[in-house]
């Protein structure tokens, strides 16, 4: 019992030197809650066209296929509120999770110099890193290691920090001390439900992945449909509404990631900047960002969608 506390201790200790807002330990096992949520999601075909969603059922909800004789799932927060919001002197917007470097390398950079850590100061421990790129259910699993609680728009929200963070694991075949869940602290908020123009939550805590700006603007890859016309406001990459109205993000407080600040271009865009912008100066100034995924055509696409809404 010692180790495993002193373990944990440890892990916690350099998980917060590392920059990240808070570390939670849960025991690795079978998502048994999650398992008829998921079944249920993929039925009403709320993936859209993100067919990847539908692959490897069986390792989202089992850690240990992921890794053998996993004993415990890490999860971490890390901070990407920005400290100016571009999308209020900008025409057009992008979320906030975009203005920087691409989170996947900035964060996993972090994890892998934690598990470094773990295994030099432990010993020989098994396990793997993941940032939003494996069949992680990562906000069950941060939600049972008590970072939070599932928010009605589907995110996970914390107390001291709203939900303006990335979420990151550790799954390790070492055991821990581990905490529990905390309880649920939107009571009979509705604001993220009510603020959204596509009506993509139609319940708590559920989110239609297939009526979400972030999917229309994002994830599909074909044009974007007719009777959304009109509904996106100014997003031309990403969605914040449904987190900007959330009364718990006004206790987010700036990040202090160098990497994640904007491009100096991205401080002075405007409609024009957008409108005019070429391909060159897209993969210039979106080398590393997360808004190279959509491509330069992608991003042309959304910017005519959104300008074409207010003809």
Request: proline fraction near 5%; glycine fraction near 6%; aromatic fraction near 12%.
């Amino acid at each position: 019992m010692l180790d495993r506390r002193s373990h944990t201790d440890f892990i916690k200790a350099k998980a917060a030197a590392l920059g990240f807002s808070f570390c939670g330990i849960s025991k690795a096992e079978f998502l048994k809650d999650e398992a008829p949520r998921l079944e249920e999601w993929l039925k009403r075909n709320y993936q859209g066209k993100m067919s990847y969603l539908e692959n490897h059922f069986d390792k989202r909800l089992d850690p240990t296929l992921l890794v053998p004789g996993a004993k415990s799932v890490i999860s971490l927060l890390y901070n990407y509120y920005p400290e100016k919001d571009l999308g209020r002197e900008s025409d057009l917007k992008i979320a906030k999770y975009a203005y920087g470097e691409d989170y996947h390398f900035v964060v996993k950079d972090k994890l892998k110099i934690l598990f470094e850590s773990i295994r030099e100061n432990i010993g020989d421990v098994d396990g793997r890193v993941f940032v939003d790129s494996a069949p992680v259910m990562e906000r069950a699993w941060a939600q049972k290691s008590g970072l939070g609680w599932i928010g009605k728009n589907s995110l996970l929200l914390n107390r001291q920090m709203g939900s303006f963070f990335f979420l990151a694991e550790v799954i390790l075949d070492l055991e821990l001390e581990y905490d529990g869940p905390v309880k649920d602290y939107c009571g009979t908020c509705t604001a993220c439900m009510d603020a959204c123009p596509t009506d993509a939550i139609p319940e708590p805590s559920v989110v239609d992945g297939s009526k979400c700006i972030s999917y229309f603007t994002i994830e599909l890859k074909e044009e974007i449909p007719a009777d959304v016309k009109g509904k996106f406001g100014n997003w031309i990459f990403g969605c914040d509404i449904c987190q900007d109205v959330c009364p718990w993000n006004s206790f987010a407080k700036s990040h202090h990631e160098p990497r994640f600040a904007p491009a100096m271009e991205m401080n002075s865009f405007r409609e024009n900047d957008w409108k005019e912008l070429t391909e060159e100066v897209f993969n210039t100034i979106f080398k590393h960002s997360p808004v190279k995924r959509t491509k330069f055509s992608g991003l042309k696409r959304n910017i005519e969608f959104v300008l074409k809404e207010r003809d």
